[in-house]
């Protein structure tokens, strides 16, 4: 029996992983970032195939990780987290510093960053475990806490986009009886539910200025759900 | 340059990894257990080669991660932190349930259980890095939060074994003047710092059954470094 609640236990950071050279490069959420081995400092990613930092990573032989704090601004986990790259430049306008390997690098709302040298790549289905050696560390920022994504799912009501090795199919999860009288809206760029049995407030209450506060989305790109 | 200091901004829960069978089994404390893919879930954790427990997960082809809680004892730590299977039977005297493979999973001080199928070994240095796929999962107590790495190093004082990945030489951290006044002792079991200065109470000064916060051994088995 596999109870999905059990694995919203498992603790994580909230991540940019970035990739590219001076001209183009590109980044995304992550939450799975670790440490391999001590000597020499080894760490590991897990990079969904068809994400566009993923083909960066290949060719540039190299990565970068940006530590996320828990203020996080909503509109760079809407940026980085919910729309690709295919789309849009994703660094334009950031806050970049660039790496010894020529990878950007975001400093956007991080505490620290990370630079390395890919060494190894490992096939696991879905997804690519990069395995890459630390060059350069530093620390940004050393007031604020980093961002946990425990907090980004409780406080901050964050969902994982769809090629997150952490999503979860809601349909797994146990069901839970309706709410008739409240409605639910849906983000239609992230995914994320206005819940008015949650908020205590009707969605149609809210000032017209509101945006969501995982993507920054307006409240236009809200569907009843 | 590196900065160590980055690394400790990412966030890690804390996990008692086991494996072996009815007769035989060992588990070691482990920071390093993060999800791959959504879809089939497979997981990876990070295990030391000179770990029995490595020997068991490589003879059985399965692991369980056991989700520690915030209160966690100190002697969990002590145990299955910094003592060696190859000495003492660490699975011994722990409340114990037994997965489909037959392994043994430590219910102890936490909050969910997983158990795995191993399909992939991949050597990186010191370490392997195990891939499993997930055959059970449940929640053993839903009102404790998750230990995380942070919470253990900032709350509980807790520092990494020789053999964790995240271990870190403090010889590479930067230099602190020192404070002269103050003395430090060192817990010979976990290498636990007990920092006068720090702590604002003279070692001599604690009481007789004064215990090592992260390992649970005694005052006596301290020394002054």
Redesign the interface.
């Known amino acids: 029996?596999?109870?999905?609640?059990?694995?919203f236990?498992?603790?994580?950071?909230l991540y940019i992983v970035s990739s590219g050279t001076k001209d183009k490069g590109n980044g995304y959420i992550a939450?799975?970032?670790?440490?391999?081995?001590?000597?020499?400092?080894?760490f590991?990613i897990?990079c969904n195939k068809n994400n566009l930092t993923t083909q960066f990573i290949q060719e540039s032989g190299a990565f970068a990780v940006s530590?996320l704090h828990k203020d996080t601004e909503p509109t760079i986990f809407g940026r980085f987290g919910f729309k690709s790259g295919k789309d849009i430049n994703k660094l334009e306008g950031m806050s970049l510093t660039y790496g010894e390997t020529g990878v950007p690098i975001v400093l956007n709302d991080c505490?620290?960053?990370?630079e390395f040298k890919l060494v190894?790549s490992?096939e696991?289905?879905?997804?690519i475990?990069f395995?890459g050696e630390?060059?350069?560390?530093?620390?940004v920022d050393?007031d604020k806490e980093?961002?946990?994504?425990?907090h980004y799912r409780q406080v901050r009501k964050g969902v994982a986009p769809k090629n997150?090795?952490?999503?979860?199919d809601k349909s797994k999860l146990a069901a839970k009886p309706p709410a008739p009288e409240h409605k639910k809206y849906k983000c239609t760029a992230c995914g994320y539910i206005y819940d008015e049995a949650k908020e205590g407030k009707k969605f149609a209450d809210l000032p017209a200025d509101w945006v969501c506060a995982i993507c920054g989305s307006e409240k236009d790109d809200f569907v009843e759900v």
């Open positions: 029996m596999i109870n999905f609640e059990a694995l236990k498992i603790s994580y950071g939450n799975t970032v670790f440490q391999i081995t001590a000597e020499p400092p080894q590991a897990s530590i505490v620290a960053f990370m190894q490992v696991v289905g879905t997804h475990i395995i630390l060059l350069q560390a530093d620390v050393n980093p961002m946990t994504y425990a997150a090795p952490t999503y979860i």
